[in-house]
């Protein structure tokens, strides 16, 4: 089954490409594909919403890169972790339930979130 990696960069690096598949670096959590795209599906207006970046912070991009990997700053968190919510109240999933989990720590420790699509 496709699963799509969520975790937190400790350390952010303005202009390094994050285009490595490194998902034991940054203590990541996997969330089922079927869960993305469900969320896509009933939530992508507000997911094109969120400003994000892909690869690298020279490359704004809104939402996540479903094949790519997905940089989500600080500033974006608290948008996306309202939407997941919202998706977890529909879809009841302790995966669902970790990446809120993630999000809370990342937003408390002002960091950013990757995301590596499937």
Not at 65 to 75: F, N, Q, R
Not at 110 to 118: A, E, Q, R, T
Request: net charge negative; charged share 25%; glycine share 6%.
């Amino acid at each position: 089954m496709a699963k799509h990696e969520f975790g937190i960069i400790d350390s952010f690096e303005e202009n390094k490409w994050y285009s490595e598949y490194e998902p034991e670096k940054f203590n990541c959590i996997s969330v089922s594909d079927h869960l993305i795209e469900d969320l896509i599906e009933k939530y992508n207006e507000e997911l094109r919403g969120i400003k994000t970046y892909f690869q690298v912070s020279t490359q704004p991009g809104t939402g996540l890169d479903y094949c790519g990997v997905t940089l989500i700053p600080p500033k974006s968190l608290m948008q996306f972790r309202d939407i997941i919510i919202k998706a977890d109240t529909q879809f009841q999933s302790q995966e669902l339930q970790a990446l809120i989990e993630i999000l809370n720590d990342a937003i408390k420790r002002g960091k950013y979130l990757i995301h590596y699509g499937i």
